[in-house]
């Protein structure tokens, strides 16, 4: 039998970047995070690898050196989220460079970089390509692009800055989208939700806004409390954030019945109040699922510290099909 490709996930979270790279025919040799919570969703869902938890910045990647084929992660995207204030290098929570010494310390053939694409947003992008530079000057050929989850089977809209880099010559593979071609059509919020587990239900209450922001979406503005916005259950749902578990978590209408008020809304009706009856937010195992995770993936600690590792997570499907593409690469 082949020896498997060895990896190891920075910023691993709860798994989702280490799975679809195991999927692809990667093997996981160790795992990092700073979050308590999802090291124990790691260990529940990675037997045998090496869970490193703490701070980064505090772990020596000396023992690893020559040792690993790929160094992958996802550093915390909130100093480049367009959510956010964009600070970049200014915040503290910006660990690019905890990614780029953890190459210098292994030196990996390949290494894979997950991220918000405001990551090349005109304000962050003179910083991102400060740190691209710095990885070719390490010696590896890197390319990048913003790739769109819902294009490799995920029932979500996700739009993620993926920076691959390889060592040794010849330039990195990206895989080709998989979806979205009248062949091979999205997979529907629906599709995934109709077939997701049974679980807790989210008692996170819906009800009017006050002052409704209208779109002429019904799937965006702001017809409800709170951040959360209704699926369309025909096409990939938005993109499921970490914040959810409470007021924005996206809303299940099976009915329709924010649709009609959207309609009610738009042809000059009076805005509503009080509880939206007959819709519910998303649950933990159908966010799960929306971010294509197995029923069978288990996720540890409070249902809050669960949606936030859900959010957080790169979807699978997606890093299954760049891990294939590295793997042709590599070989």
Request: hydrophobic share 40%.
């Amino acid at each position: 039998m082949m020896k498997r490709p060895t990896c190891v996930d920075l910023f691993a979270g709860a798994g989702g970047l280490s799975l679809g790279l195991k999927m692809a025919g990667w093997e996981a040799k160790a795992a990092s995070d700073f979050d308590a919570s999802a090291c124990e969703t790691y260990r529940k869902n990675f037997a045998g690898v090496n869970v490193i938890a703490g701070d980064i910045r505090n772990i020596s990647w000396d023992a690893f050196r020559g040792k690993i084929d790929l160094v992958a992660g996802g550093p915390p995207c909130q100093p480049f989220s367009v959510a956010g204030n964009q600070k970049a290098d200014q915040d503290v929570r910006d660990m690019l460079p905890e990614f780029v010494r953890a190459i210098r310390e292994i030196q990996p053939k390949m290494f894979l970089l997950e991220n918000v694409a405001g990551l090349t947003s005109n304000k962050n992008l003179p910083y991102f390509q400060s740190r691209i530079l710095q990885l070719m000057e390490l010696g590896y050929e890197v390319e990048y692009r913003v790739l769109n989850a819902a294009e490799y089977g995920v029932a979500q809209e996700r739009m993620r800055v993926i920076v691959i880099g390889k060592k040794g010559g010849g330039a990195p593979f990206f895989p080709n989208a998989t979806h979205g071609t009248k062949c091979r059509p999205f997979v529907s919020a629906g599709e995934v939700l109709a077939r997701a587990p049974v679980d807790e239900p989210n008692n996170a209450i819906v009800t009017f806004a006050k002052n409704p922001i209208l779109r002429p979406s019904p799937w965006a503005g702001m017809l409800v409390n709170g951040g959360g916005r209704p699926i369309n259950l025909a096409e990939p749902s938005q993109t499921i954030p970490a914040s959810a578990g409470g007021n924005r978590t996206h809303i299940v209408d099976r009915d329709g019945i924010l649709l009609d008020y959207h309609e009610h809304l738009r042809s000059g009706g009076q805005p509503s109040s009080g509880l939206v009856r007959g819709v519910r937010r998303l649950t933990v195992r159908e966010s799960a699922c929306l971010q294509s995770f197995p029923e069978d993936f288990v996720f540890a600690g409070q249902r809050s510290a669960q949606y936030r590792q859900i959010g957080n997570a790169v979807p699978p499907l997606l890093a299954k099909a760049v891990g294939t593409a590295l793997l042709s690469s590599l070989t």
